[in-house]
């Protein structure tokens, strides 16, 4: 018996699961494999976060099904109402604005199950995050690359996707500080995107996980800053990369009302919310981590550095983006993305991600992750300069 539903037979392997793969292989063979591959904060989430958590698990008011389950707990959403005055000027309102969501990923399939029926376009940028394709795929929906080219900064070139396409597509998957190239965009940008949405009547969605790493110099940046927005547009955002709490999943929904209650609609259907304790010291993050983001962003500063000066010495002159803990690296000619980041891990035991993991305009890249601590770091870049050095 084929127990497989066809709608996943046609799903690509999920790219992370794929590189645990490879270094728990790798491992067994007795190789110290540095992995640069994941974007998983090193640094442990900060200590009065946890100390919330556990006062608020002693509490036997959050033992039984979280309050509101399939919008969150009010002091929640209010939390990220005032986070997102705070740090964006961008108000939200906590009633029907705001959701939580287990983490970003769980949002884009809500978000695609929700608004998306079979046979629509989702406009996808590639490079990108691999669950947006997926997801559109699960729920029947084409998904339509929107390449993100280095001489557009990784920002699309929106205005040239033909009206045909447009007619049919229904939403436009954004993420700027951008996984995997670090480019950000700005308010001119976003201000541009609107108008043209609106026009075409096509929902827009910034997944904003990495908001808040954006280097000195820079502005930071959030699509709900543009005014009209809340008419087409949300935007997600994560505490798993800001407040290195990946493994606690929670993130928010904010933005247009009639997504937000399509989404919760979805929601309520399938999952029973996030564990109150968890709402409750992300309400603690949102309100007193801002000196967290500083630290964390000044090491990922830091380790940046230290790889660009590192491949500058190899000959490789890297354009950092502006955001992000990624850094987005030519591959040395002649060889392609996964044949680079074959012969790193076999010769050096160093995994990074081969740009074609997010998409076929990722050949000619490789991703690597800040997220090690400074001493590995070094270590892997040494390993990278004696491969590069020995050649091919
Ligand atoms: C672009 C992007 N979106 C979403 C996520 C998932 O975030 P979360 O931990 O909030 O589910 C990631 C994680 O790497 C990401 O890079």
Redesign the pocket.
């Known amino acids: 018996m084929d127990i497989l539903a066809e709608r996943l037979k046609n799903l690509p392997a999920y790219l992370f699961m794929q590189l645990r793969d490879k270094i728990r292989k790798a491992q067994a063979d007795g190789v110290d494999v540095i992995s640069l591959a ?3 904060p090193d640094e442990p989430t900060p200590a009065y976060i946890v100390e919330t958590l556990r006062e608020a698990a002693l509490d036997p008011a959050n033992h039984q099904y979280p309050t509101d389950e399939h919008k969150g707990m009010l002091v929640f959403r209010e939390a990220v109402a005032r986070w997102y005055g705070r740090r964006y000027g961008v108000t939200l309102d906590p009633e029907t604005e705001v959701m939580a ?8 399939h809500h978000f695609i199950m929700a608004t998306i029926n079979p046979g629509d376009i989702v406009l996808i940028t590639n490079p ?2 691999p ?1 947006y394709r997926s997801n559109a795929l699960i729920a029947g929906a084409e998904a339509y690359d929107v390449p993100l080219l280095e001489k557009n900064g990784f920002l699309p070139a929106f205005e040239d996707i033909p009206e045909r396409v447009c007619r049919k597509a229904k939403a436009f998957f954004l ?1 700027y500080p ?3 190239t670090g480019a950000c965009a700005d308010n001119k940008f976003f201000t541009r995107l609107v108008a043209w949405a609106k026009e075409r009547q096509i929902l827009l969605l910034n ?1 904003n ?2 908001s808040e790493i954006v280097f000195p110099g820079n502005r930071r940046q959030s699509l709900l800053q543009v005014p009209g927005v809340k008419d087409i547009g949300v935007e ?6 800001a407040y290195n709490m ?1 493994g606690w ?3 928010m929904a904010a933005g247009s009302d009639k997504i937000i209650q399509a989404m919760c609609r979805f929601n309520e259907n399938v999952t029973s919310g996030v564990f109150n304790a968890i709402q409750l010291a992300g309400v603690k993050a949102m309100d007193e981590g801002d000196p967290d983001i500083e630290r964390m962003l000044a090491i990922y500063h830091r380790r940046r550095e230290m790889v660009l000066r590192a491949f500058a010495e190899m000959g490789i002159i890297v354009k950092a983006g502006d955001g ?1 803990f990624y850094l987005w690296i030519p591959v040395p000619a002649p060889l392609s993305s996964l044949e680079f980041t074959t012969k790193l891990l076999e010769d050096a035991g160093i995994l990074v991600t081969p740009g074609t993991a997010y998409g076929r305009y990722g050949e000619g890249y490789f991703r690597l992750s800040l997220t090690v601590p400074d001493d590995r770091l070094e270590q892997a870049l040494e390993r990278i300069r004696r491969t590069i050095k020995r050649g091919w």
């Open positions: 994941i974007g998983d969501l287990s983490g970003v990923k769980e949002g884009i990108g995050y669950a993420n951008n996984n995997p997944d996980p990495y997600f955002n994560s505490l798993s990369k990946t999943r929670i993130g992000t």
